[in-house]
């Protein structure tokens, strides 16, 4: 589910929790050279690495991090 999340954002840093304690003290540039598999392995110990709120759509579709205009349009 994570790694669909991130191709749908076209990119792994769109689900990542940047601001979260966990991520500083590992550091961006030793999560920018994690491989796809070392990171997901990752975020499955840490999931405080996840942006949150994370919602998955039966559609398949995911919702990251708190929009309120995208959350709105995706959701009412």
């Known amino acids: 589910m ?12 769109y689900i990542l929790n940047t601001s979260g304690i966990v991520y500083r003290s590992i550091g961006s540039e030793v999560i920018k050279k ?14 405080r690495l996840i942006k949150r709120p994370f919602l ?3 559609d398949k579709f995911f919702l990251v991090g708190f929009k309120e205009e995208k959350w709105a349009e995706e959701l009412l």
């Open 2 to 13: 994570l790694f669909s999340a991130s191709e749908q954002y076209g990119d792994r840093k």
């Open 34 to 47: 994690m491989s796809d598999n070392e990171l997901f392995q990752k975020l499955f110990v840490e999931p």
């Open 56 to 58: 998955f759509k039966p």
